[in-house]
């Protein structure tokens, strides 16, 4: 990239933190500090703001660089994210959105702990909250570097490093400075630009087909070297049946795994009741409906124009198709509106990477104090420090967990890391938040062996996978120690988590508290005594 390129993008960048941390500075001086204004900021957002955060948050790097890479890449078989992650919402509004919102406070775990023994329900929930949260962060940090690397023209890994690192340390100060109050507003503000330049892109494109979308589709086929075979399924899933399965579970986990994002989950609480909690929802699906089928044309745009071979030399993983699209859409490099074009996509897609990790932060965090350290602590210490001092401890840590992470997976597709945070949500969150709202007979022990035995098949199963050893793009190329051929875990983890739950609660010597279920139960479907 031209001099001018890095200049004006590292300007944008530098506005969008310069204004991230105004609003940060001016809540920090605005807050009283209780737990209720950290984790849910005080719910006082109204549902047109909330469904504006809640779109924020979804639409995350992997959304904006990552899945229209993979479709450039890899046509039909890429646009199956797309599909997913837009599906998936569906089960959110009919699943769990008002009920969450009814029956919790801050975190995943209440929303279990209403009707068993706390302990060991928070510390599992917890445990899960935090594994899924820092696989999600990690994609966010890799997309951070494959953008800034970019920008750069390529210059070394250090560019990359630091970038992955600045982020991780902007994102503390976010949560630990401005709680959830500060970061809806990040996400506001980040919806918004997305939004604007999504649109921008797609319209550019389309005017540059004339309209035409069968001559979009067309072009693209003729530029990707595969022909009519890029429009049709199979290209990346269809090489034999352990890549058709591999679809088959990457498509589950993304339908299944939104449902238990902890971030995703803790939005609900941000509104003051279930109504507004629902209302949230359906703006969001509006916002999120409409981006995802714009990627869909900035895929096949970035196919067409840019060509899926030049795509692949700028990043091995599609990661920065968007970017190259812009540039050439605003007159190619060397051009003014090239220049203005590209630096305002890399501006946006920054501001979406900064806003969705503080998300995922804060919700990580607010898991740690609220479910971890409130069970594990002991009750008579001389030093007990107070949630919000140890979400903001917390904070720091899950920052440093996946600056670390993000530099070891820096190479790879950052949907493709998405997909794995949603399969490890679907096995280990999405059993035991569905039991706990809908079994009757549902016990402690089905509940923790539901979270542990969903979380830690999907983590053993991703380790022993392609994804880390045995294949020239895993995180360890050079050993092979792979035992299991698919790439996503989620058809076998998913199965085991709702398995492990029923096999713990019919096993289980503890009778079912019907009292305790029949209160959630009002509590879920009325709203009666949610906080």
Excluded at 81 to 101: K, M
Excluded at 170 to 197: C, D, E, F, N, P
Excluded at 229 to 253: C, V
Aim: aromatic share 8%; proline share 3%.
């Amino acid at each position: 990239m031209t001099r001018d390129h890095q200049t004006l993008a590292l300007v944008l960048f530098s506005v969008f933190i310069a204004v991230t941390l105004g609003i940060t500075t001016w809540v920090s001086r605005n807050r009283h500090g209780s737990a209720e204004e950290f984790y849910a900021g005080g719910r006082l957002f109204s549902p047109l703001e909330n469904g504006f955060a809640i779109a924020g948050d979804y639409m995350s790097a992997a959304s904006f660089l990552g899945i229209s890479g993979l479709i450039a890449l890899y046509g039909y078989d890429g646009m199956l994210y797309s599909v997913g992650f837009l599906v998936a919402w569906l089960v959110v509004l009919l699943l769990v959105a008002e009920l969450v919102r009814n029956c919790g406070r801050f975190t995943l775990a209440d929303v279990v702990a209403a009707r068993m023994a706390e302990r060991p329900v928070r510390i599992a929930a917890g445990t899960s909250s935090v594994a899924v949260s820092v696989l999600y962060l990690v994609a966010q940090m890799v997309g951070a570097g494959s953008l800034v690397a970019l920008l750069l023209g390529g210059t070394g890994e250090a560019a990359r490093s630091w970038t992955v690192v600045g982020v991780g340390a902007l994102m503390v100060i976010y949560v630990s400075l401005g709680g959830m109050r500060a970061t809806t507003w990040i996400q506001i503000v980040k919806a918004v630009l997305l939004m604007a330049g999504t649109v921008a892109l797609t319209v550019l494109v389309l005017i540059r087909f004339h309209g035409d979308v069968n001559n979009l589709l067309a072009t693209a086929a003729d530029r990707s070297g595969h022909g009519r075979d890029f429009l049709a399924p199979g290209l990346r899933y269809g090489g034999d049946w352990t890549s058709r399965l591999d679809f088959i579970s990457l498509g589950i986990a993304l339908v299944l795994g939104t449902a238990g994002l902890p971030h995703i989950l803790s939005r609900f609480y941000t509104v003051p009741t279930a109504r507004a909690a629902r209302r949230s929802v359906v703006w969001s699906i509006g916002l999120i409906g409409s981006f995802y089928l714009m990627t869909i044309v900035l895929g096949f745009g970035a196919a067409a124009l840019i060509g899926p071979a030049e795509v692949r030399a700028s990043n091995a993983s599609g990661n920065t198709a968007i970017p190259l699209l812009a540039l050439d859409l605003g007159g190619g490099a060397g051009s003014t509106g090239g220049t203005v074009l590209f630096a305002v996509v890399a501006a946006v897609a920054f501001a979406t990477i900064l806003a969705v990790v503080a998300g995922i932060t804060l919700a990580s965090s607010a898991s740690v104090a609220h479910d971890l350290y409130s069970s594990l602590r002991r009750r008579h210490a001389k030093r007990q420090y107070s949630e919000v001092t140890v979400a903001r401890l917390a904070a720091a840590g899950i920052g440093a967990a996946a600056i670390g992470l993000g530099l070891l997976a820096r190479d790879l597709n950052v949907a493709f890391l998405v997909g794995l945070a949603f399969a490890v949500a679907a096995s280990a969150n999405l059993p035991v938040l569905l039991y706990s709202l809908f079994w009757r007979k549902f016990t402690t022990r089905g509940a923790v062996w539901s979270v542990y035995g969903g979380l830690l098949p999907a983590v053993l199963l991703v380790l022993l996978s392609p994804v880390v050893s045995g294949s020239p793009e895993a995180l360890f190329p050079g050993v092979d120690f792979q035992l299991f051929p698919l790439q996503n875990p989620g058809v076998v983890s998913i199965p085991l988590g709702f398995l492990a739950g029923w096999v713990g609660t019919v096993t289980s010597a503890e009778p079912p508290d019907e009292a305790r279920h029949a209160e959630t139960e009002v509590r879920a479907l009325t709203g009666a005594g949610a906080a």
